[in-house]
Nanobody
Framework: QVQLVESGGGLVQPGGSLRLSCAAS????????MGWYRQAPGKQRELVARIGDTGWRNYADSVKGRFTISRDNAKNTMYLQMNSLKPEDTAVYYC???????????????WGQGTQVTVSS
């Protein structure tokens, strides 16, 4: 069974930085695309950034130039470097991964439990 565990959230002042990590544990699978999503109270969950196994990256317009998504395939870990944080970045950030178990062609969508990011002075 594959599990995704986020870490790195916390409380920062506007203009500060945080680095989120998402570690995928388990064996016998491969990950094609991964992404970070966030959800603020009373709001829908929205895409923050996404990265594929071929190197493509997508960013929400609101975070372009401030956030950088990356992944270390050897460690099955994805990162989100967040700089110049704004109060409107406050949300629970969720890790998402599309996983294919070895021997299958079925894409399984997995989510982590989320990590809280609060930007406030």
């Amino acid at each position: 069974q594959v599990q995704l565990v986020e870490s790195g959230g916390g409380l920062v002042q506007p203009g500060g930085s945080l680095r989120l990590s998402c570690a995928a544990s388990g064996t016998g699978f491969s990950i094609n695309a991964m992404g970070w999503y966030r959800q603020a109270p009373g709001k829908q969950r929205e895409l923050v950034a996404r990265i594929g196994d071929t190197g493509w990256r997508n960013y929400a317009d609101s975070v372009k130039g401030r956030f950088t998504i990356s992944r270390d395939n050897a460690k099955n870990t994805m990162y989100l470097q967040m700089n110049s944080l704004k109060p409107e970045d406050t949300a629970v950030y969720y890790c998402n991964a599309n996983i294919i178990a070895w021997g299958t062609t079925t894409v399984e969508v997995h989510w982590g439990q989320g990590t809280q990011v609060t930007v406030s002075s």
